[in-house]
């Protein structure tokens, strides 16, 4: 922070009060009443890239697809979540506004300010004129219908004293001090509007005390307050969004935001951008331009990000955005994971999308299959889609023997093509995931399975796979312990069966594509363990990131690419 710095600071009016009336005595009695009641960096290696189904993503028409809301050209990305202090900057000069007025509160150059929230208490005084007290609720409510369908100020509160229990219902409000006679033209003009409004009603001074959530915007020693959400817009530069503890860059405004879904105290901080420079930072985060440098690929995973980008508009937006920078939604790194190849990537395919029947899909897309790609309901609780069909990476040879579909697990008893390294599909030379082994002891096993169970299950006697998709990922499963069975479906079963990495901790298998044999003591001839055979990480449908590069390196274009791995689509260009 510099020492000395140049603001302007400005206070702007209060919410809407929830008030509480002074008491006072009234002139109608009335009988007694009721009161109211991850992320890996893709540098390294491609992340799970799960995009996970949501039906709230929008609406499913008739083809499968999903509409998108009407497109202003930006996209509002939480970056924060959720933090009681949420730090916002530039990284040049900047402006710091009262969002509802456009009031400005700051500016500042190359700093960062801190947004927390506070409450205050405002009392506010005026005349309002009652017109009725009322044992009824019922009442009451058509009392307020009136005056809000005439354009009169209304409001109501609940009255009780050792004789009189009613609801005081105001329809008009005037400032003070009192005045005899504009007081009366005022009622005048309300019964007017309001025959019903009695002759002999009449104006009170009614206080209002309420509890106002103020933006406090420190500075150094220096704090401004916003009874709105706040908005750093930079003049030159980037903005820049995170908590105490670490920011990011980001292309577009900052915002910080008290949505409902919160618990108290806590903000979010929302980066709102243009979607185009949005895939800037979601492109290298998925699909890693230095560890997979293949241009096609890169432009197959911005069409597949757009899409799904398009088709979110709005899912979130009771929380005050419409995605979060995770595998819930897309990983998105903002301006500092930019890289020249991805945003050409983002660049040559700009506004385009993957449609079926005219309609938005979704795209969804992990970062290995392990060699077959599933159908949508082999993996997820819903509908098949047309659109999502499980598809082999096979192109040469005796692929298929490799590709563990579900044929090869009827022929193989123990599938080879999960014990030997892939061969002859688009990802193997590509994904360290194409194939994968795990093991459990007997300790370990009942630690995973009690953990999913919740309860203690002691040892877990057998592990039966029930049910498979025809891409061969498992679609039941059942766990047989001392404290009874066990079952789980679908994905789901990568969180149930855990394995226990390097570091000790259970973490969700890499996807459903496996077989698990139990291992048995050598010398006692008694169960010991068990180990897992598996190919892929991710959900497995749509497409593979890592093959998708292996597409690309062989010359597939990343029409051909996406055309691949999504049955029946079209490619069309949306804005």
């Known amino acids: 922070m510099?020492?000395?710095?140049?603001?302007?600071?400005?206070?702007?009016?209060?919410?809407?009060?929830?008030a509480i009336l002074t008491a006072c005595a009234d002139r109608v009695p009335t009988g007694p009443s009721a009161a109211p009641a991850f992320n890996e960096s893709a540098v390294v290696e491609a992340d799970t890239g799960d995009i996970y189904v949501d039906e709230s993503r929008g609406e499913e028409s008739e083809a499968g697809g999903i509409s998108t809301l009407a497109f202003n050209g930006l996209i509002r990305i939480g970056v924060v979540p959720a933090a009681s202090t949420v730090r916002i900057g530039g990284t040049g000069e900047f402006q710091v506004r009262n969002k509802s007025t456009g009031a400005l509160l700051l500016t500042g150059n190359n700093e960062q300010v801190d947004v927390t929230l506070a409450s205050t208490t405002?009392?506010?005084?005026?005349?309002?004129?009652?017109?009725?007290?009322?044992?009824?609720?019922?009442?009451?409510?058509?009392?307020?219908?009136?005056?809000d369908a005439a354009g009169f100020p209304t409001y109501y509160v609940f009255f009780t004293s050792p004789t009189i229990n009613c609801w005081r219902v105001f329809i008009g409000e005037r400032p003070?001090?009192?005045?005899?006679?504009?007081?009366?033209?005022?009622r005048n003009q309300v019964r007017a509007a309001i025959p019903?409004?009695?002759?002999?009603?009449?104006?009170?001074?009614?206080?209002?005390?309420?509890?106002?959530?103020?933006?406090?915007?420190?500075?150094?020693?220096?704090?401004v307050t916003s009874p709105a959400p706040v908005v750093l817009t930079?003049?030159?530069?980037?903005?820049?969004?995170?908590?105490?503890?670490s920011t990011r860059r980001y292309r577009g405004v900052a915002e910080v935001i008290k949505n409902s879904s919160l618990p108290p105290n806590q903000l979010a901080g929302v980066n709102e951008l243009p979607i185009?420079?949005?895939?800037?930072?979601?492109?290298?985060?998925?699909?890693?331009?230095?560890?997979?440098p293949e241009l096609e690929a890169l432009k197959a995973q911005a069409v597949a990000a757009r899409t799904y980008?398009?088709?979110?508009?709005?899912?979130?937006?009771?929380?005050?955005?419409?995605?979060?920078?995770?595998t819930a939604d897309q990983v998105y790194g903002g301006y500092q994971d930019e890289h020249p190849l991805s945003n050409q990537a983002v660049d040559e395919t700009a506004g385009v999308v993957a449609t079926y029947n005219g309609s938005l899909i979704s795209t969804l897309y992990s970062s290995a299959n392990g060699g077959f790609s599933a159908n949508n309901e082999e993996v997820f609780n819903a509908p098949p889609a047309a659109y999502l069909r499980g598809r082999p990476d096979a192109e040469r040879g005796q692929a298929f023997e490799h590709v563990p579909s579900l044929e090869v697990f009827r022929r193989h008893a123990n599938p080879v093509s999960l014990r030997n390294t892939g061969e002859g599909d688009f990802e193997s030379d590509w994904s360290r995931f194409h194939r994968w082994t795990f093991e459990w002891t007997m300790a370990e096993i009942s630690q995973v399975i009690s953990a999913y169970a919740q309860q203690p299950v002691?040892?877990?006697?057998?592990?039966?796979?029930?049910e498979r998709g025809p891409s061969g990922r498992v679609m039941r499963i059942e766990y047989v312990t001392e404290a009874g069975t066990f079952t789980d479906t679908r994905d789901r079963i990568r969180s149930s069966l855990k394995y226990i990495n390097a570091s000790g901790t259970p973490t969700s298998l890499l996807s459903t594509l496996f077989f698990i044999e139990p291992l048995t003591d050598p010398s006692s001839k008694e169960l010991a363990g068990y180990r897992v055979y598996g190919g892929g990480f991710g959900h497995g449908v749509g497409m593979s990131q890592t093959g998708a590069v292996g597409m690309a390196e062989k010359g597939h274009s990343y029409e051909q690419i996406l055309k691949h791995y999504y049955t029946g689509i079209e490619l069309n260009r949306w804005y």
């Open 2 to 18: 510099r020492s000395s710095r140049s603001c302007f600071m400005r206070t702007v009016g209060w919410l809407a009060p929830f």
């Open 122 to 147: 405002v009392t506010t005084s005026s005349r309002r004129l009652q017109v009725v007290c009322t044992p009824s609720v019922a009442d009451r409510d058509a009392w307020v219908a009136r005056g």
């Open 234 to 245: 930079p003049v030159t530069g980037l903005a820049t969004i995170g908590t105490p503890a």
């Open 176 to 186: 003070l001090p009192a005045n005899t006679a504009a007081e009366a033209a005022y």
């Open 196 to 223: 019903s409004v009695p002759a002999d009603a009449f104006w009170r001074t009614v206080t209002i005390t309420t509890g106002v959530t103020q933006y406090v915007v420190t500075w150094g020693s220096t704090s």
């Open 309 to 326: 980008a398009l088709s979110g508009l709005g899912k979130r937006s009771s929380d005050g955005y419409d995605l979060l920078p995770t």
């Open 458 to 466: 002691g040892k877990v006697l057998a592990i039966n796979v029930t």
């Open 276 to 292: 185009e420079q949005y895939l800037y930072g979601v492109v290298p985060r998925e699909l890693g331009p230095i560890a997979f």
